[in-house]
């Protein structure tokens, strides 16, 4: 019987890619940088070295000028790293904006009785300064942002203390996400049951329950289901 959700919060709540696109590329004009794949190679760069931050090789300051130093090919002191950064924050805080599927699902868990959570790879603060500022504060019951764990999904120890903070096992929880490695795969492997949440249809007959939006997701008698078919 289900008991609570976990939710993925960027690119699953909230639309962090078009944020970030529309971010880096004024940010990048500001420094002389027009490349077409700009934002592709911003992406890639923010993976490598977000993945770096998660397995606490680095801090979630480091991280960030090491993003900016590789992406604008720049020796920069971590100062100027800083100040950098902060040109593409405000840009990208500015976007910030919710999938309009987002706070109907997280409603709908809520009103089942569900404990409502978003498990996210991220700093809490800055994480949670997210959720006040498209309204999503009010509308979770909690916030586990991997800066409070050990480490970040996809390792088993994330949802080990996702667990633990939530106070359910594993069999008692669903996890909602859009990456099928991180959320998905993570998740199924420890015990969760998982839903890929695959917007522009980037998984197509992938082997695990998968929806397009937030929309399709119900839940009643303490079960999901997607467009009416229970799992």
């Known amino acids: 019987m289900l008991h609570g959700v976990f939710f993925d919060l960027d690119d699953t709540l909230v639309d962090q890619r078009t944020a970030a696109d529309a971010a880096v590329i004024g940010w990048a004009a500001g420094h002389g940088i027009t490349d077409p794949q700009a934002c592709?190679?911003?992406?890639?760069?923010?993976?490598?070295?977000?993945?770096?931050?998660?397995?606490?090789?680095?801090?979630?300051?480091?991280?960030?000028?090491?993003?900016?130093?590789?992406?604008?090919?720049?020796?920069?002191?971590?100062?100027?790293?800083?100040?950098?950064?902060?040109?593409?924050?405000?840009?990208?805080?500015?976007?910030?904006?919710?999938?309009?599927?987002?706070?109907?699902?997280?409603r709908r868990a809520r009103t089942a009785g569900l404990t409502v959570a978003v498990l996210t790879n991220g700093d809490e603060e800055h994480q949670r300064l997210k959720l006040r500022e498209v309204g999503l504060i009010e509308e979770i019951d909690v916030l586990v942002a991997s800066s409070m764990l050990p480490v970040g999904k996809p390792d088993p120890r994330a949802f080990a203390g996702a667990l633990a903070i939530v106070g359910l096992s594993a069999g008692e929880v669903l996890m909602v996400g859009d990456s099928l490695h991180k959320d998905v795969r993570a998740a199924l492997d420890v015990g969760i049951s998982a839903i890929l949440l695959d917007r522009y249809g980037a998984h197509p007959g992938v082997d695990v329950p998968r929806i397009r939006s937030l929309h399709e997701l119900s839940f009643a008698d303490r079960r999901w289901a997607v467009a009416g078919r229970p799992r």
């Open 40 to 106: 592709e190679r911003w992406a890639s760069i923010s993976e490598v070295h977000y993945a770096r931050y998660q397995q606490r090789e680095i801090t979630f300051t480091e991280q960030r000028r090491a993003r900016v130093r590789e992406f604008l090919a720049r020796a920069v002191t971590d100062g100027e790293a800083d100040s950098l950064f902060a040109g593409y924050l405000s840009r990208y805080r500015a976007g910030w904006a919710l999938f309009d599927d987002a706070v109907p699902a997280l």
